[in-house]
């Protein structure tokens, strides 16, 4: 029987750092290899769950296609819960995008549910969501 080693607080914030690095700098391979091939994801600017890295993949080349760039995103109030090979990341993200020259920021709050195994830490499941008008978190930006 194999036993998979219990993931620690500094490897998930070094996971969850380069995860959001890559985004931020809209490096597609750099970003997507942080997903196992089963991740799912949960946004709220779809009307579905995404099941597939595969699926984000595509939806993420489409994005590109209309001239989408990430330009910045800032991760805080980061918080991470050990359970053993599992672990929650969660934390606020300030991101601006650009489309055809027209910048935007939202402001939102995500959960990135990362586990060890053969491959590595990967993520296996991504939660977007909007932080509230009426938020402090909202408030400190």
């Given at each position: 029987m194999t036993t998979t080693a219990?993931?620690?607080?500094?490897?998930?914030?070094?996971?969850?750092a380069a995860l959001v690095a890559a985004f931020g700098?809209?490096?597609?391979?750099?970003?997507?290899g942080w997903f196992a091939e089963d991740a799912t994801f949960l946004f709220h600017t779809e009307p579905h769950r995404l099941e597939s890295r595969a699926d984000y993949e595509r939806l993420w080349a489409g994005w590109l296609d209309e001239g989408w760039r990430v330009t910045a995103?800032?991760?805080?109030?980061?918080?991470?819960?050990?359970m053993g090979s599992v672990a929650v990341f969660t934390h606020d993200v300030r991101t601006t995008t650009s489309t055809g020259g027209v910048a935007e920021t939202t402001q939102e709050r995500e959960t990135i549910v990362f586990r060890r195994s053969a491959d590595g830490v990967t993520a296996v499941h991504e939660h977007l969501s909007p932080v509230p008008d009426d938020s402090p978190e909202k408030s400190e930006a």
């Open positions: 219990h993931l620690t607080e500094p490897e998930v914030l070094e996971a969850a700098a809209t490096e597609t391979a750099g970003y997507f995103c800032v991760s805080t109030h980061q918080r991470v819960q050990l």
